[in-house]
């Protein structure tokens, strides 16, 4: 059985997400309206992290590192409105992958038929995609204004 591959990239996409959104929140501390949400959305992340640590303990965990260090690619900017653009958009691109996970955790629940562990998937993919459209309203708000605009 391959479910616990899937649990395992689960849970390392989320905590990376959880350690990115606290990342961007602290390298942005003067965009007031991305730090709490940042800060709101990390905290999601870390509360999955520790619900589907007890699938776990149902199915076990290969933990295959694929999912690891998406974000060491993501987030070299710099500070700046350029920047905070850059690094929503590379939250965006972590939410997927998070949201992904959690489509395939779903199909394999429901093979298996554990509702405790289908309804866990779905109620995730549902928060993660919440996550991605804070962010996507938020670069939508911004992008015209930082891609033509005057300053940094």
Not at 40 to 60: C, D, I, P
Not at 85 to 107: F, K, T
Not at 121 to 140: A, D, F, M, N, P
Request: aromatic share 6%; with cysteine.
């Amino acid at each position: 059985m391959q479910l616990p591959v899937y649990l395992g990239l689960a849970i390392n996409a989320e905590e990376e997400l959880a350690d990115a959104f606290k990342m961007i929140a602290k390298k942005h501390a003067t965009e007031v309206e991305v730090v709490h949400n940042c800060k709101l959305l990390s905290g999601w992340s870390t509360e999955h992290v520790e619900n589907l640590k007890m699938q776990v303990e149902k199915y076990g965990e290969k933990n295959i590192h694929q999912a690891n260090h998406i974000s060491s690619n993501l987030f070299k900017t710099k500070p700046g409105s350029l920047g905070v653009l850059r690094d929503l958009h590379g939250l965006w691109l972590l939410a997927c992958e998070v949201e992904m996970c959690y489509m395939i955790l779903s199909q394999g629940a429901k093979a298996l038929r554990d509702s405790e562990l289908e309804l866990m998937s779905e109620q995730y993919c549902e928060y993660t995609g919440r996550q991605k459209v804070w962010l996507q309203t938020k670069i939508k708000s911004s992008a015209s204004q930082v891609l033509i605009g005057a300053g940094s």
